[in-house]
T-cell receptor, first 115, second 115 residues
Framework: ETGVTQSPTHLIKTRGQQVTLRCSSQ?????VSWYQQALGQGPQFIFQ???????GRGNFPPRFSGLQFPNYSSELNVNALELDDSALYLC??????????????FGPGTRLTVL | AQTVTQSQPEMSVQEAETVTLSCTYD???????LFWYKQPPSRQMILVIR??????QNATENRFSVNFQKAAKSFSLKISDSQLGDAAMYFC????????????FGTGTRLTVIP
């Protein structure tokens, strides 16, 4: 069983640019959640995708957007990058089974640096 | 809104000894999950232990156990027989049940294990 993978591992961008981060969910999982982890902080929820639809969003501006594909992999897009966007971006996949508990499995993250 | 507070930025423990990491949370909900996650230098979040709020019995996973005090909104993690591999950042997290699958994380505690 393949775990959650993310690409790229590291990325350096400049202010104002756009970036796309990618996440492949674990086999059998239909839900992907994205988190932003600033240095020295805990992860903060950005949004979640379930069966290709956004299914919940945290307190992040619209320049943070996402996609989920039919194979349940996902992309996180950030437009007009700001210095404060520098962080570790984590994705987590899970199998949404309604009210039954489902564990989120995390990927290793993408470290984004904005200069 | 749910908040999670970890008041110990750093802790250290001698190998083979026991250490307790503290966590408090604030919520108006009566049914929820609490978690402890471990984040080693590899950055990948690993679930250590989970507690359902409706269960009075404290969760245990091998050398890891929790002390869940629902009225006090306290959720501490005890690591027994500490090993060098336990060195990592530890995050306390909260999730509504039922509801969206997003996790609310604390700011973390860095655990050092001294040989």
């Amino acid at each position: 069983e393949t775990g959650v993978t993310q690409s790229p591992t590291h990325l350096i961008k400049t202010r104002g640019q756009q970036v796309t981060l990618r996440c492949s969910s674990q086999s059998g999982h239909n839900t992907v959640s994205w988190y932003q982890q600033a240095l020295g902080q805990g992860p903060q929820f950005i949004f979640q995708y379930y069966r290709e639809e956004e299914n919940g969003r945290g307190n992040f501006p619209p320049r943070f957007s996402g996609l989920q594909f039919p194979n349940y992999s996902s992309e996180l897009n950030v437009n007009a990058l700001e210095l404060d966007d520098s962080a570790l971006y984590l994705c987590a996949s899970s199998e949404n089974r309604g009210s039954v508990y489902n564990e989120q499995f995390f990927g290793p993250g993408t470290r984004l640096t904005v200069l | 809104a749910q908040t999670v507070t970890q008041s110990q930025p750093e802790m250290s423990v001698q190998e083979a000894e026991t250490v307790t990491l503290s966590c408090t949370y604030d919520t108006s909900e009566s049914d929820y999950y609490l978690f402890w996650y471990k984040q080693p230098p590899s950055r990948q979040m690993i679930l250590v232990i989970r507690q359902e709020a409706y269960k009075q019995q404290n969760a245990t996973e091998n050398r890891f156990s929790v002390n869940f005090q629902k009225a006090a909104k306290s959720f501490s993690l005890k690591i027994s027989d500490s090993q060098l591999g336990d060195a990592a950042m530890y995050f306390c997290a909260y999730r509504s049940r039922p509801g969206a699958n997003n996790l609310f994380f604390g700011t973390g505690t860095r655990l050092t294990v001294i040989p």
